[in-house]
């Protein structure tokens, strides 16, 4: 089946800095990439869709400045997690797919901010 | 907006033993997926449904478009099998794949 990698797998961060998370379509091409944050105990939610080529689409109330998301080429998007705050410690993922096939899934990142 | 929910939320069984995890949602989607998650974190696609019964090993999965309901079955269960297991819903939307949405998950152990 098709493989998605995500890297880092986790990451721990002082307050103030920036993280950049990758995800990467390995063998197939992805205009489309969503982004996903789960707190702990809680179910994964979309944070934001991110389109080859043009801006992402964000869900409400998730900060466009805060979480930056670059989508430049079919294989690989990147979030940056900008001026991170203990509260922005979660897990994120992301995953791709194609019409009408099962969703691929990257291992995830565990963030922690100190 | 399309409400996803899953019964039960923690399940304890005997290894041996026949699991059912069910979920059902609010409005018409274009294909349901089951997924396992590790404790680790990484989720991986179980089933893609969007209508009948598939099966893979001793895992089982059925649809009812109609009553908007479906249910994971596993056979025989394993401690292996301990994990969460998250059902959710994707609609396209003009022949794009659609975000999930997804349930919150049932937590499965499986007793030695």
């Known amino acids: 089946g098709a493989v998605v990698s995500q890297h880092p797998s986790w990451v721990i961060c002082k307050s103030g800095t920036s993280v950049k998370i990758e995800c990467r379509s390995l063998?197939?091409?992805?205009?489309?990439m969503f982004w996903y944050r789960q707190f702990p105990k809680q179910s994964l939610m979309l944070m934001a869709t991110s389109n080859e080529g043009s801006k992402a689409t964000y869900e409400q109330g998730v900060e466009k400045d805060k979480f930056l998301i670059n989508h430049a080429s079919l294989t690989l998007s990147t979030l940056t997690v900008t001026s991170a705050h203990p509260e922005d410690s979660s897990f994120y993922i992301c995953?791709?797919?194609?019409?009408?096939?099962?969703?691929?899934f990257g291992q995830g990142t565990r963030l922690t901010v100190v | 907006k399309n409400e996803v929910e899953q019964s039960p939320q923690n399940l304890t069984a005997q290894e041996g033993e026949f699991i059912t995890i069910n979920c059902s949602y609010s409005?018409?989607?274009?294909?349901l997926h089951w997924l396992q998650q590790h404790p680790g974190g990484g989720i991986v696609s179980l089933f893609m449904l969007s209508s009948g019964k598939k099966k893979h090993g001793r895992l089982i999965a059925t649809i009812n478009i109609q009553e908007k309901h479906s249910s994971l079955h596993i056979t025989a269960s394993h401690p292996r099998d301990s994990a969460v297991y998250i059902c959710a819903v994707s609609m396209n939307y003009g022949g794009s794949q659609g975000n999930l949405i997804f349930g919150k998950g049932t937590k499965l152990s499986v007793k030695p």
């Open positions: 063998d197939f091409q992805a205009t489309t």
């Open positions: 995953s791709a797919g194609q019409v009408n096939t099962e969703a691929f």
């Open positions: 409005v018409g989607i274009s294909a």
